[in-house]
């Protein structure tokens, strides 16, 4: 277990501590979230009835991972937190915050919702990130009848019971917000799918095409490849009908009699037998991140596919896209939940801040978790709530909400669902698409 140096202090002295103490890393990742399988909140094994700790409004706890594997993650949400909170800034405000790391083990995030509860009365969680974790985190905050607002893409984690929130992008919520553009106000109807065959993948597929039936629209084909891959010729070569070119026999008949005549030979090699793609689909999407497009796309631009849209996640949206992939994803399409070129007021401030203090630009996992620090601020600020209670009640009554990643509304099972930030490739650069803002 690890715990920050000193666990509850003033919001300078843990701002102070957040610099000296803790080494932030500086590396990019090239995966934007861990593939995580999402384990059933059915899981998990029915509670005991909850012990009874002393509240302090004041102190918010907070379980993220701050070492390990995913400690980049942990460390960017961390700020988010921090700069909802003024650490470094001259605030009236009087929180503070306990911090507790869980280095991604679901065990030890259980552990930390326990020990902050136990140790320091927190009235509210924040937290965890990771998608096991926060299924055990959930069980444990539930079971100890205290909010925990979780940061994770568990699409249902909130079924776990009533003490249980979240504010953060999921796999749903883009492949909803995709659909709808392409689908519905772009008039697309036929789609193919190209994805990783590894759970991030294989759930974005099948969501994808859900919804794209649901539309009215049709999947043309299908194609999974190793997560690992970087020769992508055989998959593209199905989807537009040159694996097996005898089976076109008309096509490759004729084909091969031209060849035989220009080269002037009996019988020439399947290989010269070029047919032409046959590209029955209006858009092509592909579950994966920025380094992975980038050998993808020149790929299907050697098979002729054109005029075909290009879709995708929000691991798209990374100067690596424009890197790797140039030319070939000029006019894609992807979606995040936050973009430092939105030009709400309260977005350009945000970012203006977030730089000032920490000489980089926010992305998706430090505006989320600043936004669900905002929110306790915001809600911890009336006088009416001073329980854990209290507070879990007034998160209830909320319909809707807005922040930095956009505005949101809250389901009957107290999720937020979200329309995302649409965003394209046009000279060059990641920029939004005409509208989406």
Not at 64 to 84: E, M, N, R
Not at 85 to 112: C, H, R, V
Not at 347 to 367: D, H, M, Q, R
Request: negative net charge; proline residues 5%.
């Amino acid at each position: 277990m690890f715990i920050s140096r000193i666990l509850i202090c003033s919001i300078l002295c843990l701002g102070v501590i957040a610099c000296s103490g803790g080494q932030v890393r500086k590396e990019k990742e090239e995966v934007l979230l861990p593939p995580d399988s999402p384990e059933s909140p059915e899981s998990v094994e029915p509670s005991v009835p909850p012990k009874t700790f002393e509240t302090k409004k004041q102190v918010i706890g907070c379980i993220l991972p701050l070492s390990g594997k995913y400690a980049s993650y942990g460390t960017k949400s961390l700020k988010g937190i921090q700069q909802a909170f003024q650490f470094f800034e001259s605030s009236s405000m009087s929180f503070e915050l306990a911090i507790y790391d869980s280095k991604g083990n679901p065990k030890e995030a259980a552990d930390g919702v326990s020990y902050l509860v136990d140790h320091y009365g927190v009235v509210a969680i924040i937290g965890p990130l990771l998608t096991q974790e926060s299924v055990q985190a959930a069980a444990k905050a539930q079971e100890l009848q205290v909010p925990l607002l979780n940061l994770s893409q568990h699409p249902t984690i909130t079924e776990i019971g009533d003490y249980v929130f979240r504010n953060a992008m999921t796999k749903q919520h883009q492949t909803d917000t995709l659909v709808d553009y392409a689908c519905g106000e772009q008039g697309l109807r036929k789609f193919v799918i190209l994805y990783p065959q590894d759970s991030y993948g294989i759930e974005f597929a099948n969501q994808f095409w859900d919804k794209v039936e649901e539309c009215g629209g049709t999947i043309e084909g299908i194609e999974a490849y190793e997560p690992d891959q970087s020769d992508f010729n055989q998959e593209v070569k199905k989807l537009v009908g040159l694996h097996q070119p005898k089976a076109r026999e008309e096509e490759y008949h004729l084909e091969e009699t031209n060849r035989k005549i220009e080269m002037n030979k009996e019988e020439v090699p399947e290989s010269l037998v070029k047919l032409s793609s046959q590209i029955d689909f209006e858009a092509i999407f592909i579950p994966d991140y920025a380094k992975t497009i980038g050998q993808i796309a020149p790929t299907l631009a050697f098979y002729d596919i054109q005029n075909v849209t290009l879709l995708g996640t929000q691991g798209w949206n990374s100067s690596d896209l424009i890197r790797r992939g140039q030319e070939y994803v000029t006019g894609a399409i992807f979606v995040d939940g936050f973009s430092t070129k939105n030009p709400e007021s309260s977005v350009l401030e945000f970012v203006k801040k977030f730089e000032n203090t920490f000489g980089e630009s926010p992305e998706l996992w430090e505006a989320q978790a600043y936004d669900v620090a905002q929110l306790l601020v915001s809600l911890l600020s009336e006088e009416s709530i001073q329980t854990r209670e209290n507070l879990k009640d007034r998160l209830l009554s909320l319909s809707d909400m807005s922040g930095v990643t956009g505005e949101a509304t809250l389901s009957e099972t107290h999720d937020v669902k979200k329309k995302l930030f649409l965003l394209t490739v046009k000279n060059g650069e990641i920029v939004p698409l005409m509208n989406s803002f």
